[in-house]
């Protein structure tokens, strides 16, 4: 086969590589793989590169590097409905610099003392700046796929969305540069949905996180649900200065396309509306109602009307 993307990659190493066991309830296709312990336990495990480039550049401070090498595993947690527990790192460095060394480890321990994490092992390297968490989680309810999402479930997005993509957009201009150091936060610093994770657990049938952008990652929960989907675009949770700053025709690509989000989008039975919006209420974050499943095809509707677009969301290798 020819590896042409992402997803050709993952084909080829599944059809290549043995990924399955007997104590292995998911492997490669979701946010975690997850391996039981006993009937009513599983670790949750989930590993990230961060890389200069496509995942920070250089005007990142060494503490908001830090801090985003974790949130982003941490975010892969909270898909699953899960807890996060241990942490391994693997840091490989160009020379040793205290200073960075010492801010780079501040940005990793406010997400440590946060959610309580243990450090527990990895390895250190000299060479280009790269770094490699893994994230190892338990179970306190049930565990959330992305195959699980059933037809008519409503499709809930946290927090807001193209924040992260804004950043990146207005920093190729001369001007917004308040703009650019508000949007800056939602791109440097993302919050990992943890507590939200965990209380939708039980009530959620279907969950991702959004790092290749809403249009992508949704379309891993269908694919893999084997269903469709009708999104009411007026319905999207977006700040309102995206759509005051960001060029109208770069605008949907922005909030659909743009990645980085690191927000939860999942799929529950319309019963569930008011636990949800209870969990809002008690997280203080918002949770938006965006559209429903449907037996097929993604569709995007403005006003009634169909919309398409042409963008696809991140891939590493596009």
């Not at 610099?97 to 990793?108: A, L, T």
């Not at 809403?214 to 269903?227: E, P, T, V």
Request: glycine residues 6%; positive net charge; hydrophobic residues 35%.
């Amino acid at each position: 086969m020819k590896i042409k993307n992402e997803n050709d990659l993952l084909k080829y190493i599944q059809k290549t590589i043995c990924t399955n066991s007997p104590n292995i309830i998911k492997s490669i296709g979701d946010d975690c793989a997850v391996l039981k312990i006993n009937k009513n336990k599983c670790l949750v495990i989930t590993t990230d590169t961060c890389l200069e480039g496509p995942h920070f550049t250089s005007d990142y401070l060494p503490n908001e590097i830090g801090y985003k090498s974790l949130a982003t595993n941490l975010s892969d947690i909270a898909a699953m409905g899960c807890t996060p527990k241990y942490i391994l790192m693997s840091l490989t460095l160009p020379k040793l610099e205290n200073e960075w060394i010492k801010s780079f480890y501040k940005g990793v321990k406010k997400l440590v003392s946060k959610h309580k994490l243990t450090l527990i092992g990895g390895d250190t390297n000299r060479g280009p700046l790269n770094i490699s968490i893994q994230v190892i989680g338990i179970n306190k309810n049930k565990i959330l796929y992305r195959n699980g999402a059933r037809i008519n479930d409503d499709i809930y997005v946290t927090g807001t969305l193209g924040s992260a993509r804004a950043a990146l957009m207005l920093a190729k201009t001369n001007k917004f540069k308040k703009e650019i150091k508000f949007f800056s936060k939602f791109l440097k610093m993302p919050q990992p949905r943890i507590e939200i994770g965990e209380r939708i657990s039980n009530i959620a049938n279907s969950c991702i996180d959004i790092s290749d952008g809403l249009m992508k990652d949704l379309r891993s929960i269908l694919d893999s649900s084997k269903l469709g989907a009708s999104i009411d675009l007026e319905k999207l949770p977006v700040h309102p200065l995206i759509r005051k700053i960001i060029n109208p025709k770069k605008y949907y690509e922005c909030i659909l396309g743009g990645g980085e989000d690191y927000e939860l989008c999942f799929t529950a039975p319309r019963k569930s509306r008011p636990t949800i919006q209870k969990i809002s209420l008690a997280t203080r974050i918002r949770i938006t109602l965006i559209g429903k499943t449907t037996k097929e095809n993604m569709s995007f509707l403005n006003n009634g009307r169909l919309q398409k677009f042409n963008f696809k969301g991140f891939d590493h290798f596009a």
